[in-house]
């Protein structure tokens, strides 16, 4: 795979939804895709783009956790579209992100990882906090922390 054919630029929540829907909220109403934080100020969202096409999505808003200290931001809505999928593309997402945290001296990135994702960020670097849980009507997910 080239990844130089694929650019990552800052979008707008609602420029999410293209991904997060089919992807996180498949069958559910467009509006489920929404977050809570999604618009405030520190929030910033990624698109990964093939050419023009819309292809992968990343939120990362600044939400602390008490079990971890310092500077904190929360990941969120990691989507990339099934066609994409397998190819290691959210590492494109996830690095790029990292990259602008640690430029805003963030010391902890945190996220809710479903089972299905939770390979992909082990494999970033991230590791379990506590048990599985559960979120309604997702799934079962863990608490996953990286220190940046």
């Known amino acids: 795979m080239n990844t130089e054919t694929f650019t990552i630029k800052q979008i707008n929540a609602t420029e999410t939804f293209a991904v997060r829907h089919p992807v996180l909220r498949k069958g559910r109403p467009l509006e489920t895709c ?7 100020d520190d929030t ?3 698109g990964l783009f093939d050419a023009q096409k819309l ?14 200290t310092g500077k904190q931001y929360q990941l969120r809505g990691m989507a990339v579209l099934d066609d994409y999928q397998g190819q290691s593309l959210g590492n494109l997402l996830v690095d790029e992100g990292e990259k602008l945290l640690k430029a805003k001296t963030v010391n902890t990135l945190w996220c809710n990882a479903r089972v299905k994702a939770l390979n992909f960020y082990l494999r970033k670097g991230f590791a379990i906090s506590g048990e599985p849980f559960e979120i309604e009507p997702v799934g079962t997910h863990y608490l996953l922390f990286k220190t940046l």
């Open 34 to 40: 929404a977050m809570p934080g999604d618009t405030d």
């Open 44 to 46: 910033f969202h990624l």
């Open 55 to 68: 292809i992968g999505v990343v939120t990362f808003m600044n939400v602390a956790k008490p079990q971890f």
